[in-house]
């Protein structure tokens, strides 16, 4: 991309600030993020983003920059949270640390409703999480809105250098995206953000940066390999997709991948490694143990497949990229080390033979991109699907018979929320295992068999997750269908368990 007249976001290590990427984007713009060790690769921006921060502006190693490099540009400046106090001290002003965070909703009252906050209503819910509040500012400085106790939340330097206590991009500031779209109306010659004219220069920096190299990358029948095996496929490049079935796929997953694939004209290569997976896991109870071997094992079997690549691609994400800058420069509080960014992958990426090209895309603008390449909505909204498969549904050992019990569950289960518009409602649903024997009765006889439960669960990004009120006559139908075509089941459950303290798969 070309980076020029872009809104830079600038990285103080708030947890949120990957947020603020995206909904300017959402308003239509281009914008990046930069961490404080990249800010030489800021050239020309339309405007700038300074994010939050874990830190107060007190700590002896509170992140800073330089200020004349900053204004050097002479674009809207917008100070978030930590950013705000930055700009404060860096005019003059100074800064009360505390040593207790204030988390949670605020009112917000504008002092008036022009300017950052035209069309922003007199009291508006926003969301704070900050430890520093402004204590002196400078001549130069205005109030533009206080707090529901009338502390100062908001600062105006000049006409266009603006700063927020609060965090505009996360849906509990009610009003934020009105807020950051009358930053960037501030702004002069902003480089609007389009997915189409983003897939067509995807389209040609791949076919430049390939060349007549062979690709290879995996597919698995999720969102962001499919986009990305079919994007290379529109790119014309010579690419080799791997599709490695491990046996813990859902009822006739590994033919429907295939038929999705020929449809689409991508031709995929599968290597059928069930056997080996379901040997590798006969008798292993322990969850963890379980996904190390599937993991280790869907390695071996990829990089085997793979052989020798010239370039391998990857379908990385926006999100997994800042979460794995952010855990090598460790500034935000960080979850994992992704798994893109692991051994083979990190030595072939230093000999540049790594491709992401989804790398500056968020989920939601990913499937943007699969629709502008006529991907269908079904492969697109597919609900999540987690690496080791079936095996994370099924507690205790995995054998076949469990997993092809599961599989009829699942596809009954999927099935009607399908039928009854349901599905495209859910965030994830699924039908597991309880491998417990109870007693029923089926014909005269009693039975010993195993329960389903049966999960359907709303998210935004899987941290939390609440459990879907589906209709009692739609899970009657579902249960009755259940019980009476599949063997083995005798019982079944709805799972009514939040996320927190419930995860969302069983093990
Ligand atoms: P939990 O069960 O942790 O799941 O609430 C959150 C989301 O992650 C998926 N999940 C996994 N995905 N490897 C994956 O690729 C895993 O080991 C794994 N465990 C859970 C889960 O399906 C849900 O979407």
Known sequence: MDDRHIVAVIDFGSQYTQLIVRRVRELGYSAKLYALEDLDHIVEPGAIILSGGPKSTSDADAPDLDYTWLTSFNVPILGVCYGMQLLNIKHGGTVK???????????????????????????????????????????????????????????QWGETCFGIQFHPEVTHSHEGNTILRNFLATAKNLQKFDIGDFKNQMVREIKERVGDKQVVCGVSGGVDSTVLAVLLHEAQVNVRAIFVDNGLLRKNEADEVRANFK?????????????????????????????????????????????????????????????????????????????????????????????????ELFKDEVRALGASLGIEHDILWRHPFPGPGLAVRCPGAVSKDRLDIIRDCDAIFIGKLKEHGWYDKIWQAYAGLIPVKTVGVKGDERSYEFATNLRAIVSEDAMTADWVELPYSLLREISNKILNEVKGINRVLYDISTKPPASIEWE
């Open 263 to 359: 449809r689409m004209g991508v031709e995929i290569e599968t290597v059928d490694a069930s056997e080996r997976f379901l040997n590798a896991l006969a008798g292993v109870p322990e969850p963890e143990k379980k996904r190390k071997i599937i993991g280790e094992l869907f390695i071996d079997v990829f990089w085997d497949a793979v052989g020798d690549a010239e370039i391998l691609a990857q379908g990385t994400l926006y999100p997994d990229v800042i979460e794995s800058a952010s855990n090598a420069k460790s500034k935000a509080s960080t979850i994992k080390t992704h798994h893109n960014r692991v051994g083979r992958i990190l030595e072939l990426q230093s000999q540049g033979k790594v491709l992401e090209p989804l790398a």
């Open 97 to 155: 640390p505390s040593n207790k965070r204030e988390y949670g909703p605020a009112d917000l009252c504008p002092c008036a409703c022009e300017g950052l906050y035209k069309d922003v209503s007199p009291t508006s819910q926003v969301w704070m999480s900050h430890s520093d509040t402004v204590d002196h500012i400078s001549e130069d400085c205005r109030i533009i809105a206080r707090n529901q106790s009338g502390i100062p939340v908001s600062l």
